[in-house]
């Protein structure tokens, strides 16, 4: 089975500042998907940015971006420019490719909750 | 485009009884999941349909969960005899399809109180 693991509880940052959230994953899945989401307050969960284990490129969206290390089985988020806006939970999440053996579940870490100060 | 909704919102209810959580997916997404989360938790996966059936239900923890989605829609998740353990947020999610390249939109949760 996978196993996710976010070992920061707990991140602050200042706005305009830049701050990384860790994750580590387990897996002997050769290929897969890596997701962080951001869970405000109002509970919905918002999908962040997703990254291809088959891509050796790192997935970038706008201030969002992530350093996926496959060997190491390491996957953080670093965001830039930090704005109030940002403050929330955020979770490290995992999907097998192979949905026919492994399903199509979402395997999520135990999360990061992350204060921007002003 | 509307969302996945769900309702209610909040639901308080005593031990020992029966609960019924609605989930409203997107229009026209054929796969559809539901997750358990405790607090200060992540979500844990509890069942996944593909249309009408039940593909993977391997996340329900005993046989008083249970989940419908009769025709190919709205899906109500069913608890009985509610435990104060059961106490969570559950959230729905679809997606177009059960691929692992579609994006799961998730739902604001029902958070479940049993006292």
């Known amino acids: 089975a996978q196993t996710v693991t976010q070992s920061q509880p707990e991140m602050s940052v200042q706005e305009a500042e830049t701050v990384t959230l860790s994750c580590t994953y387990d897996?002997?899945?050769?290929?897969?998907?890596l997701f962080w989401y951001k869970q405000p307050p109002s509970r919905q969960m918002i999908l962040v940015i997703r990254?291809?284990?088959?891509?050796?490129q790192n997935a970038t969206e706008n201030r969002f971006s992530v350093n996926f290390q496959k060997a190491a089985k390491s996957f953080s988020l670093k965001i830039s420019d930090s704005q109030l806006g940002d403050a929330a939970m955020y979770f490290c999440?995992?999907?097998?490719?192979?949905?026919?053996?492994?399903?199509?579940?979402?395997?999520f870490g135990e999360g990061t909750q992350l204060t921007v100060n002003p | 485009g509307a969302g996945v909704s769900q309702t209610p919102s909040n639901k308080v209810t005593e031990k020992g009884k029966y609960v019924e959580l609605r989930c409203d997916p997107i229009?026209?997404?054929?796969?559809l999941y539901w997750y358990r989360q405790s607090l200060g938790q992540g979500p844990e996966f509890l069942i996944y349909?593909?249309?009408?059936?039940?593909?993977?239900d391997s996340g329900l923890p005993n046989d008083r969960f249970f989940a419908v989605r009769p025709e190919g829609s709205v899906s109500t998740l069913k608890i009985q005899r509610t435990e104060r353990g059961d106490s969570a947020v559950y959230l729905c999610?679809?997606?177009?399809?059960?691929?692992?390249?579609?994006?799961?939109?998730f739902g604001p949760g029902t958070r479940l109180t049993v006292t």
């Open positions: 999610a679809s997606s177009l399809n059960g691929g692992a390249l579609h994006e799961q939109y």
């Open positions: 897996t002997s899945e050769s290929d897969y998907y």
């Open positions: 990254q291809e284990a088959y891509k050796q």
């Open positions: 999440a995992y999907r097998s490719a192979f949905v026919e053996t492994s399903g199509s579940r979402l395997t």
């Open positions: 229009s026209g997404h054929t796969a």
């Open positions: 349909f593909q249309g009408t059936g039940a593909a993977d």
